[in-house]
């Protein structure tokens, strides 16, 4: 979430903790990478208006007492999921 929402703050311990869970450097790049593509490519979606294709706008399948409600997702929430 760090490398979304606050890159510059990313340390050297951060990566040290990643390759104490298994990661090696190249691991790290490549999540790097998907990461910032992801982000990338929404904020142009955004930028242009571009809605969602119809399959992602139903938001994530839950099991239990969550699955008869509706997600959402957009730029009214920040593009974050909402529960309704």
């Excluded at 040290?16 to 490549?30: F, N, S």
Aim: without cysteine; proline residues 6%; positive net charge.
């Amino acid at each position: 979430m760090r490398v979304t929402r606050t890159p510059a703050a990313i340390r050297r311990r951060d990566l040290e903790t990643l390759r104490k869970h298994g990661l090696a450097d190249r691991d790290i790049l490549d999540a790097v990478q998907v990461i910032s593509y992801f982000n990338y490519i929404n904020r142009v979606a955004d930028a242009l208006g571009i809605d969602p294709e119809p399959e992602m706008r139903q938001g994530p399948k839950r099991k239990g007492k969550m699955e008869n409600r509706k997600w959402s997702t957009g730029r009214a929430n920040g593009g974050w999921p909402t529960v309704r």
